[in-house]
């Protein structure tokens, strides 16, 4: 067998001999024999004759030829002129051209670079051009994915920016040490290409030549920052000069912390006293956190969010560019907000980009959504007793849950299948968030050693035994039933994983990763560890913004959280997971489940949004202004607003949405009221000769006056945790489109008992049998784990089969665009509490929803309704999520 590093080398030959002999335009071209050829070419040189691994290193080259990246969407100003196709020629790309090669030493998929390339071109071009005479100031956004690479990309921006003539580029990288730590190290390996951690120690700059640097070291910009150190005053001054004194850019990565922000700007304004003279570029990591104004208006803007401004205008050329990877993030801003002694807000007035992932991207869409190909979620049943979601801030358990032990397993596994899979040498890490206190991580870290050490031992002293001998060891048992239970499709049975388990668990350490003193970094770096790190890290907030933890295959996560930018910014778990995809696991409960699965459901529908808003050629204005009128803005919306403990008020388009009763009281009182209403309704139809026609078992009146729905939404008792189905907004849509409706009513086709159904005239309902919840424990209301209670194939009541495409199947939102009229759907439930054998917690529940026609985000949002979200809902639904995790020092 050959040496896995002579087959890496026959690999990296190979990739970059295609590239140079196709060119870097035309790599959509390159055909399989193209690679074979390359290949045995590479491999015959060094000696290599096993066509079994020839066969291995084609099949992944033409897996990475094959890995592609969209350009995504861009909205600019009416005022947007480009420059840069005209000044291409006279820039020197020397920054750039070193990191497009050190991104192919990183193994960057080569039509991903290209791509990379383009779009970094795309972002540049609505940067201001930094030759430029006068006074200007840009403010711009970058909406990516969590864990899709925004690093590399705003790396490049940063390369580009500097080839172009930006002086002076700082980069804000979160809140905390941590995050800030890694990005300075990736800023140093793929920007500066000197490591900075030994920058004050009079090491010969040869021997501190990172990433890019190895390259080429010629030009090496300037940092008063280090992976080690913040900005500082006394490093400022160990430096000695000012930025004028440098011929190489400048660029400093500082944490968002009001203390640093201020030294920074005041060491700016006292040792520096030509800054008008340098092109500025404010890169905002993260932009979503800690930069936003939460204050109400008219008050002080909040620290961060005063000194970022504040900062900006110290430069009379400056450029803002933010990064979030949450939809919704930065939109609500208000673009008018002005303060004469700070400057304008930081709404990105000037551009907004949204990212496309690529291909191999394994993102919420692929592991949440109802159309998911990976099956990697575990569901959480027995956490509650030792892991409960309310606990103070000194808890230690007693133990760890039984499913955390069986995540731990899945982790060892999956170490030793990658081995097996020849891939030995790379990251593997674990993630266990389950706490927001770093006391309470530090425990749970304790019992994962613990359980790791023994485990260790035990499968050291039992590996090597017969199978039948090995298993008599009740670890190494508990491993062979993991096994069974979540490996066995795998290519490689026990007999074969027995063996490599020591060397699979060997090398594991548990970390904690927070504010604590016992923390630890994460460090993934080659000289470190040139074979690879494989970690458990145990910790909270430090491992939701922003955090890479490389190679993670294993999660293990409770939170209680419904937020939409803190859950998606936990998720850790999306990335690059070439080759291990099908390994990776994560455990959760099924409220989180059910969250994720509907917010990735919604950011999904949101980007393909971006598309149309972009046909529509939008302005950052206008796209704002469709973003905030999408249904799910209220629940955004108002956590950046309800700090001020008033009502926030929503404008929401319902062109083409679907609303539905989410919660659904269930009191027999308010049961009864609504039955009564069904049946008015239904009488008032029958009497009126309204014509109706059976599609299956249900009902459906078509064409039907407006003010059938109009009486039925008036009468109906609504829940008022259910804010989407408010009566009074919908009631005023209803008014403003005027038109006429279809009436849909469900009927449960396999039931079989008669004597439960619904009756009125000639129509029959029969009840749908729903698994509930209890909506927050209590006696009066029901919701379920997905806030749904209706099927989406129940929306294509009512329209023409001859729009119908070929396939015949529709999902609700293509209903919706085609769709004439509204659609009413009404159906009665029987429902049963989740997980438990009782008989019907409740019966004959009537719920509704309705299709509204049209397509969302084609156009500026028109006939605008008002939605009100009120203190006492919200502290319901979410309860106090303003409490920081963990405060992290200066």
Same mark, same amino acid.
């Given at each position: 067998?050959?040496?896995?590093?002579?087959?890496?080398?026959?690999?990296?030959?190979?990739?970059?001999?295609?590239?140079?002999?196709?060119?870097?335009?035309?790599?959509?071209?390159?055909?399989?024999?193209?690679?074979?050829?390359?290949?045995?070419?590479?491999?015959?040189?060094?000696?290599?004759?096993?066509?079994?691994?020839?066969?291995?290193?084609? +099949?992944?080259?033409? #897996? $990475?030829? /094959?890995?592609?990246?969209?350009?995504?969407? !861009?909205?600019?100003?009416? *005022?947007?002129? %480009?420059?840069?196709?005209?000044?291409?020629?006279?820039?020197?790309?020397?920054?750039?051209?070193?990191?497009?090669?050190?991104?192919?030493?990183?193994?960057?998929?080569?039509?991903?670079?290209?791509?990379?390339?383009?779009?970094?071109?795309?972002?540049?071009?609505?940067?201001?051009?930094?030759?430029?005479?006068?006074?200007?100031?840009?403010?711009?956004?970058?909406?990516?994915?969590?864990?899709?690479?925004?690093?590399?990309?705003?790396?490049?921006?940063?390369?580009?920016?500097?080839?172009?003539?930006?002086?002076?580029?700082?980069?804000?990288?979160?809140?905390?040490?941590?995050?800030? +730590?890694?990005?300075? #190290? $990736?800023? /140093?390996?793929?920007?500066?290409?000197?490591? !900075?951690?030994?920058?004050? *120690?009079?090491? %010969?700059?040869?021997?501190?030549?990172?990433?890019?640097?190895?390259?080429?070291?010629?030009?090496?910009?300037?940092?008063?920052?280090?992976?080690?150190?913040?900005?500082?005053?006394?490093?400022?001054?160990?430096?000695?000069?000012?930025?004028?004194?440098?011929?190489?850019?400048?660029?400093?990565?500082?944490?968002?912390?009001?203390?640093?922000?201020?030294?920074?700007?005041?060491?700016?304004?006292?040792?520096?006293?030509?800054?008008?003279?340098?092109?500025?570029?404010?890169?905002?990591?993260?932009?979503?956190?800690?930069?936003?104004?939460?204050?109400?208006?008219?008050?002080?803007?909040?620290?961060?969010?005063?000194?970022?401004?504040?900062?900006?205008?110290?430069?009379?050329?400056?450029?803002?560019?933010?990064?979030?990877?949450?939809?919704?993030?930065?939109?609500?801003?208000?673009?008018?907000?002005?303060?004469?002694?700070?400057?304008?807000?930081?709404?990105?007035?000037?551009?907004?980009?949204?990212?496309?992932?690529?291909?191999?991207?394994?993102?919420?869409?692929?592991?949440?959504?109802?159309?998911?190909?990976?099956?990697?979620?575990?569901?959480?049943?027995?956490?509650?007793?030792?892991?409960?979601?309310?606990?103070?801030?000194?808890?230690?358990?007693?133990?760890?849950?039984?499913?955390?032990?069986?995540?731990?397993?899945?982790?060892?596994?999956?170490?030793?299948?990658?081995?097996?899979?020849?891939?030995?040498?790379?990251?593997?890490?674990?993630?266990?968030?389950?706490?927001?206190?770093?006391?309470?991580?530090?425990?749970?870290?304790?019992?994962?050693?613990?359980?790791?050490?023994?485990?260790?031992?035990?499968?050291?002293?039992?590996?090597?035994?017969?199978?039948?001998?090995?298993?008599?060891?009740?670890?190494?048992?508990?491993?062979?039933?993991?096994?069974?239970?979540?490996?066995?499709?795998?290519?490689?049975?026990?007999?074969?994983?027995?063996?490599?388990?020591?060397?699979?668990?060997?090398?594991?350490?548990?970390?904690?990763?927070?504010?604590?003193?016992?923390?630890?970094?994460?460090?993934?770096?080659?000289?470190?560890?040139?074979?690879?790190?494989?970690?458990?890290?145990?910790?909270?907030?430090?491992?939701?913004?922003?955090?890479?933890?490389?190679?993670?295959?294993?999660?293990?996560?409770?939170?209680?959280?419904?937020?939409?930018?803190?859950?998606?910014?936990?998720?850790?778990?999306?990335?690059?997971?070439?080759?291990?995809?099908?390994?990776?696991?994560?455990?959760?409960?099924?409220?989180?489940?059910?969250?994720?699965?509907?917010?990735?459901?919604?950011?999904?529908?949101?980007?393909?949004?971006?598309?149309?808003?972009?046909?529509?050629?939008?302005?950052?204005?206008?796209?704002?202004?469709?973003?905030?009128?999408?249904?799910?803005?209220?629940?955004?919306?108002?956590?950046?607003?309800?700090?001020?403990?008033?009502?926030?008020?929503?404008?929401?388009?319902?062109?083409?949405?679907?609303?539905?009763?989410?919660?659904?009281?269930?009191?027999?009182?308010?049961?009864?009221?609504?039955?009564?209403?069904?049946?008015?309704?239904?009488?008032?139809?029958?009497?009126?000769?309204?014509?109706?026609?059976?599609?299956?078992?249900?009902?459906?009146?078509?064409?039907?006056?407006?003010?059938?729905?109009?009486?039925?939404?008036?009468?109906?008792?609504?829940?008022?945790?259910?804010?989407?189905?408010?009566?009074?907004?919908?009631?005023?849509?209803?008014?403003?489109?005027?038109?006429?409706?279809?009436?849909?009513?469900?009927?449960?086709?396999?039931?079989?008992?008669?004597?439960?159904?619904?009756?009125?005239?000639?129509?029959?309902?029969?009840?749908?049998?729903?698994?509930?919840?209890?909506?927050?424990?209590?006696?009066?209301?029901?919701?379920?784990?997905?806030?749904?209670?209706?099927?989406?194939?129940?929306?294509?009541?009512?329209?023409?089969?001859?729009?119908?495409?070929?396939?015949?199947?529709?999902?609700?939102?293509?209903?919706?665009?085609?769709?004439?009229?509204?659609?009413?759907?009404?159906?009665?439930?029987?429902?049963?509490?989740?997980?438990?054998?009782?008989?019907?917690?409740?019966?004959?529940?009537?719920?509704?929803?309705?299709?509204?026609?049209?397509?969302?985000?084609?156009?500026?949002?028109?006939?605008?309704?008002?939605?009100?979200?009120?203190?006492?809902?919200?502290?319901?639904?979410?309860?106090?999520?303003?409490?920081?995790?963990?405060?992290?020092?200066?």
């Amino acid at each position: 067998m050959t040496d896995q590093i002579k087959l890496d080398q026959i690999e990296d030959l190979s990739e970059k001999f295609l590239v140079a002999t196709i060119g870097e335009s035309n790599l959509e071209q390159v055909s399989t024999q193209a690679i074979i050829d390359a290949v045995r070419l590479m491999a015959t040189s060094l000696s290599v004759t096993d066509q079994s691994e020839i066969d291995v290193i084609v +099949s992944k080259l033409e #897996e $990475r030829f /094959d890995i592609s990246m969209e350009l995504g969407s !861009s909205f600019e100003a009416d *005022d947007y002129v %480009p420059w840069l196709e005209d000044n291409r020629g006279e820039i020197d790309w020397f920054f750039w051209d070193r990191y497009k090669r050190h991104l192919g030493n990183l193994n960057f998929p080569p039509r991903v670079i290209t791509q990379l390339d383009l779009v970094t071109n795309k972002i540049l071009d609505r940067l201001e051009n930094p030759k430029k005479e006068g006074d200007w100031s840009r403010k711009g956004l970058v909406v990516g994915h969590v864990q899709s690479g925004k690093t590399a990309n705003y790396t490049g921006v940063i390369n580009k920016a500097a080839d172009a003539g930006y002086k002076v580029i700082i980069v804000l990288a979160g809140t905390l040490s941590a995050l800030r +730590s890694q990005t300075q #190290e $990736r800023i /140093d390996e793929g920007f500066r290409g000197v490591d !900075s951690s030994t920058q004050l *120690d009079n090491i %010969p700059l040869k021997e501190r030549l990172v990433g890019v640097g190895k390259f080429s070291h010629k030009n090496v910009p300037v940092s008063f920052t280090t992976t080690v150190h913040d900005f500082k005053n006394n490093i400022a001054q160990q430096i000695g000069s000012g930025i004028g004194d440098f011929n190489q850019p400048v660029v400093l990565v500082i944490k968002k912390n009001k203390s640093i922000l201020q030294n920074l700007i005041s060491w700016l304004k006292n040792n520096n006293l030509n800054l008008d003279q340098f092109p500025f570029l404010l890169i905002d990591d993260e932009a979503d956190n800690a930069s936003i104004n939460t204050n109400s208006e008219g008050s002080e803007a909040t620290a961060i969010n005063s000194k970022i401004r504040e900062l900006l205008k110290l430069f009379r050329q400056n450029t803002y560019l933010g990064y979030t990877a949450t939809p919704f993030a930065n939109i609500f801003i208000d673009p008018g907000n002005h303060h004469e002694m700070i400057g304008d807000e930081l709404f990105p007035r000037d551009f907004i980009i949204s990212l496309d992932a690529p291909s191999n991207y394994v993102g919420s869409k692929r592991v949440f959504s109802s159309d998911s190909d990976l099956d990697m979620v575990r569901e959480l049943k027995d956490h509650e007793d030792l892991f409960p979601s309310n606990h103070k801030k000194d808890y230690a358990p007693a133990a760890m849950p039984a499913s955390l032990e069986e995540a731990i397993r899945s982790f060892i596994l999956i170490r030793a299948i990658r081995i097996l899979r020849n891939q030995e040498f790379k990251h593997n890490s674990m993630l266990i968030n389950v706490s927001r206190f770093t006391e309470v991580q530090s425990n749970i870290k304790l019992l994962v050693h613990d359980y790791i050490d023994e485990m260790r031992k035990n499968v050291i002293n039992h590996y090597a035994l017969s199978e039948l001998s090995a298993l008599k060891n009740s670890y190494v048992s508990d491993l062979k039933n993991t096994f069974d239970k979540e490996f066995s499709a795998v290519e490689f049975d026990w007999m074969q994983v027995q063996p490599i388990l020591k060397k699979a668990i060997s090398p594991i350490k548990t970390i904690e990763v927070n504010a604590s003193r016992d923390s630890e970094p994460l460090d993934y770096s080659k000289d470190n560890y040139p074979n690879g790190r494989t970690l458990i890290a145990v910790g909270g907030l430090s491992l939701s913004r922003g955090l890479t933890l490389e190679g993670l295959t294993v999660s293990y996560f409770i939170r209680n959280t419904q937020m939409y930018d803190t859950l998606m910014q936990m998720g850790r778990w999306f990335g690059y997971r070439d080759h291990f995809e099908d390994l990776c696991r994560l455990y959760m409960p099924s409220e989180a489940i059910a969250w994720y699965g509907h917010i990735s459901d919604v950011t999904e529908e949101l980007r393909g949004e971006f598309k149309r808003m972009e046909n529509a050629k939008l302005t950052p204005e206008e796209f704002g202004l469709c973003v905030r009128s999408h249904p799910e803005s209220l629940i955004v919306t108002a956590r950046n607003k309800m700090r001020t403990g008033t009502d926030v008020l929503r404008q929401i388009s319902l062109l083409g949405r679907q609303v539905e009763t989410s919660v659904l009281a269930s009191t027999s009182k308010v049961v009864k009221n609504n039955t009564q209403v069904l049946r008015t309704l239904i009488n008032s139809l029958l009497i009126n000769n309204e014509k109706s026609s059976i599609i299956g078992s249900n009902n459906i009146f078509k064409g039907v006056d407006q003010e059938y729905v109009i009486n039925f939404l008036n009468s109906y008792t609504n829940h008022p945790a259910s804010i989407m189905t408010e009566s009074q907004p919908i009631l005023d849509y209803v008014g403003k489109i005027n038109c006429n409706w279809d009436i849909q009513l469900i009927s449960n086709s396999s039931a079989n008992n008669d004597e439960k159904a619904f009756r009125e005239g000639n129509i029959v309902m029969k009840p749908l049998l729903r698994t509930v919840t209890q909506y927050k424990q209590t006696n009066n209301a029901i919701t379920s784990s997905k806030r749904r209670f209706s099927d989406p194939k129940w929306e294509i009541a009512g329209i023409d089969k001859n729009l119908y495409p070929n396939t015949g199947k529709l999902s609700g939102k293509m209903c919706r665009e085609i769709r004439e009229n509204p659609l009413l759907t009404i159906y009665i439930l029987d429902c049963k509490l989740v997980n438990t054998d009782d008989p019907l917690l409740c019966s004959s529940v009537v719920a509704w929803s309705i299709s509204f026609p049209g397509i969302a985000g084609s156009k500026k949002p028109e006939n605008l309704v008002r939605y009100v979200v009120n203190t006492t809902w919200w502290n319901q639904e979410f309860g106090n999520i303003f409490e920081e995790e963990e405060i992290d020092s200066e």
